[in-house]
């Protein structure tokens, strides 16, 4: 399956540091996404990066693709307290016309005040 | 900011029983979507639905399962006769393929549903 699985499975930092995730997955891909969800909430969409695109950013978020590699970083910098939340990339499979992505575990961010 | 709404925000039912989801997706979206998340476990695709009818669906999404769109605005999940297995928080999505194609789905906040 074309599933993501996040590195570190927990990540804890003080404000102001930058955080880094990770994200592998197994076959090729479409494209791969960015989620971040608090505890108890739904997912909130991040960022999308296409096969063809090597890197992206939004605002403190930076996100890399290596194809070759097979996985994926997205960076937080400058962290604050309110980025504390779960981290899931998501990998596609276009099937049908409908867009199934498959999640990984995530990372659990704890950025400490 | 327009958002996917869903109801209720915790759901306990005994097992057999059946349940229904609701949601509502964001009003010109045109994919929706279910997921559900077991807690400390992945978020699993369910199902996806577009023109009134199911796409794609997991084999997690058996006959237990069925969706409905049953009017202009809501989307709803049913399950049949619940499980214990099937305790587990429940996402709906809508996405709209004529702006940002299928990809970026919106989320709701979830239905927890907890079988007793």
């Known amino acids: 399956s074309q599933q993501g699985e996040e590195d570190p499975q927990a990540l804890s930092i003080q404000e102001g540091e930058n955080a880094t995730m990770n994200c592998s997955y197994k076959t090729s891909i479409n494209n791969l996404q960015w989620y971040r969800q608090n505890s108890g909430r739904g997912l909130v969409h991040l960022i999308l990066?296409?096969?063809?695109?090597r890197e992206k950013h939004s605002g403190r978020l930076r996100v890399t693709l290596d194809t070759s590699k097979k996985s994926s970083s997205l960076l937080i910098t400058a962290s604050r307290a309110a980025d504390t939340a779960s981290y899931f990339c998501?990998?596609?499979?276009?099937?049908?016309?409908?867009?199934?992505?498959?999640f990984g575990r995530g990372t659990s961010l704890i950025v400490h005040p | 900011e327009p958002e996917v709404t869903q109801t209720p925000s915790h759901q306990v039912t005994q097992m057999g029983q059946e349940v229904i989801l609701r949601c509502v997706p964001i009003s010109n979206h045109l994919y929706f979507y279910w997921y559900r998340q077991i807690l400390g476990q992945k978020v699993e695709f369910l199902v996806s639905f577009y023109n009134n009818e199911i796409s794609e669906k997991s084999e997690i999404f058996d006959d237990q399962f069925s969706v409905e769109r049953p009017d202009g605005s809501n989307f709803t999940l049913k399950i049949r006769s619940t499980k214990l297995e099937d305790s587990a928080m429940y996402f709906c999505?809508?996405?709209?393929?004529?702006?940002?194609?299928?990809?970026?789905?919106?989320f709701g906040p979830g239905t927890r549903l907890t079988v007793t």
């Open positions: 990066i296409r096969s063809n695109e």
């Open positions: 998501a990998t596609d499979a276009m099937a049908g016309g409908s867009y199934i992505p498959t």
């Open positions: 999505a809508s996405s709209d393929i004529r702006t940002s194609g299928p990809y970026e789905q919106y």
